[in-house]
């Protein structure tokens, strides 16, 4: 079963989307006025628009900080994984605009405005109210606690810096591991989440454990249905950047029982 209670420091958390914000920082200080055009692997979206949705989604928090509550229903970081795929097209809209706006310059136009949304984040993040276990953020999914949501930035951060060395054909993006341990954890918990049972279990080394999927529990001894994969497979599984079968070919995962093909659930979140 996920572990329900799982809670993220919050310090810790700063910190890894502190380091990991710059490291994106610092690969778009390095970027071409080709390299900018180049296509993703998200659609109809070029390198512009993985920044300009990036630079959404980092600036969010500094942007809404002081928004009022509005009593919108309680949300934990689980079924945020979940629903998050149903404000898509509001994400695309937000991306298309952005691009067509701040980031249709040139390299250094784009760096500029990638600076600034980092600068916000990490403005933010020195406020008292970002330390404080006791304070919410609305989102339009739901309420939730402000230590969170920064978690779901880590998610953003760590999912499109891989998207952006994918579509640079680059080595893979050094992250922040304390950033890469958080996002295996939380998919790893939405994954039993959404498929509740204990007849597989998912390992993540080194950070996340899991059983999932209807079926006879496991209570002791080996489990007869397991599956064992790196972190990065399993977010690009999770996020439906890698399919299952690729990542069976290329040895990236193993999976031994016969309800061991976990292809049907996934990906979680697009």
Do not use: C
């Amino acid at each position: 079963m996920p572990a329900k209670s799982r809670t993220y420091r919050p310090a810790k958390v700063r910190a890894a989307l502190v380091a990991q914000s710059e490291a994106l920082r610092a690969a778009v200080h390095r970027l071409t006025a080709a390299d900018l055009d180049r296509p993703t692997r998200l659609g109809e979206w070029r390198v512009r628009e993985l920044l300009a949705h990036l630079a959404v989604q980092i600036e969010w928090v500094p942007a809404h900080l002081d928004d009022p509550l509005e009593g919108r229903p309680p949300l934990d970081l689980a079924r945020w994984a979940v629903r998050v795929g149903t404000v898509a097209p509001l994400l695309d809209e937000q991306a298309r605009a952005r691009a067509a706006d701040e980031f249709a310059g040139d390299p250094a136009s784009v760096a500029a405005a990638f600076d600034r949304a980092v600068e916000a984040l990490l403005g933010a993040l020195e406020r008292p109210e970002a330390a404080d276990p006791a304070r919410r953020f609305e989102i339009r999914l739901g309420s939730m606690a402000l230590a969170d949501f920064l978690v779901t930035r880590l998610v953003e951060t760590v999912v499109h810096a891989d998207d952006l060395a994918a579509a640079l054909g680059a080595a893979p993006f050094p992250h922040d591991r304390q950033a890469v341990a958080a996002v295996t954890r939380l998919l790893a918990d939405a994954f039993a989440e959404r498929t509740p049972g204990g007849a597989v279990e998912l390992r993540v080394p080194p950070y996340a454990v899991v059983q999932a999927v209807e079926g006879p529990r496991h209570t002791r001894g080996t489990p007869p249905n397991v599956v064992e994969t790196d972190p990065l497979t399993w977010i690009r599984l999770a996020t439906g950047r890698t399919v299952w079968a690729d990542a069976v070919e290329a040895a990236a995962l193993s999976a031994s029982g016969e309800r061991s093909d976990l292809r049907a659930y996934l990906p979680l979140l697009g």
